[in-house]
């Protein structure tokens, strides 16, 4: 089946650093990955998405890109702030859109002043 | 983007007693509805999709009794978790899209259940 492979946490960075979070996902066919991103307290929401090899997904300064030799769609940012501390969760939805989502555990981002 | 709203935020319930979870979707119509658990330091798991007017799907494992889907309208469904025990508590996450509109899943903000 499906699965997605994360980083394991808590990652933590002071303010202005440079972030990556891996993730590697095992699907078939062809999959749309996402990630999310849950602040304490909340609910997910979808940060950026991809949903074929190449393309690139990128907001508020996160990018990442869809790679199907590696499968791999590891998230980055130039540099982090500490509003950006929250929990980031790689998904894949082997459906087109982000329907039936299967989720990496998670990566906790702690980022210090 | 699209607004989904969970209630309640948090609840505490006796052991044996049964809780209901609402998950409404504010300003589209929701055809598909998933329900997710979330235990701490770990991911998201699906529990059930449903889609409005039909029986829930339920992934293996989940106790289709235990857990009682209902999805009676385009923007709202339910989830009861029945006869709760500790091993209940945990973090209930659904999340809501119109596959008319190819629309992606919006999440609500979830529901944390504690079982004493």
């Known amino acids: 089946g499906d699965s997605v492979t994360q980083m394991e946490g808590p990652v933590t960075l002071s303010e202005e650093a440079f972030l990556t979070i891996n993730c590697t996902y095992t699907?078939?066919?062809?999959?749309?990955l996402f990630w999310y991103v849950q602040y304490p307290g909340e609910g997910l929401q979808l940060l950026l998405k991809?949903?074929?090899?190449?393309d690139k997904g990128s907001n508020k300064g996160f990018e990442a890109t869809y790679r199907k030799e590696t499968t791999s769609f590891h998230l980055e940012k130039g540099s982090v702030q500490v509003s950006d501390s929250a929990v980031y969760f790689c998904a894949l939805s082997d459906t087109g859109t982000a329907s039936k989502l299967t989720f990496g555990t998670g990566t906790r981002l702690q980022v210090t002043l | 983007g699209a607004v989904v709203s969970q209630h309640p935020s948090w609840v505490i319930c006796k052991s044996g007693t049964s809780v209901k979870i609402e998950c409404r979707s504010l300003?589209?119509?929701?055809?598909?509805m998933f329900w997710y658990r979330q235990f701490p330091k770990q991911s998201l798991m699906l529990m059930a999709t449903s889609n409005e007017g039909s029986k829930a799907t339920y992934e293996q494992g989940v106790e289709k009794d235990k857990f009682l889907i209902n999805h009676a309208s385009l923007t709202l469904s339910t989830l009861t978790v029945t006869s709760a025990h500790p091993e209940d508590s945990s973090f209930y996450i659904c999340?809501?899209?119109?596959?008319?509109?190819?629309?992606?899943?919006?999440f609500g903000q979830g529901t944390r259940l504690t079982v004493v």
């Open positions: 300003d589209f119509q929701a055809t598909t």
């Open positions: 991809a949903t074929k090899a190449d």
């Open positions: 999340s809501a899209r119109d596959w008319r509109m190819n629309t992606e899943a919006f």
């Open positions: 699907a078939t066919g062809y999959p749309s």
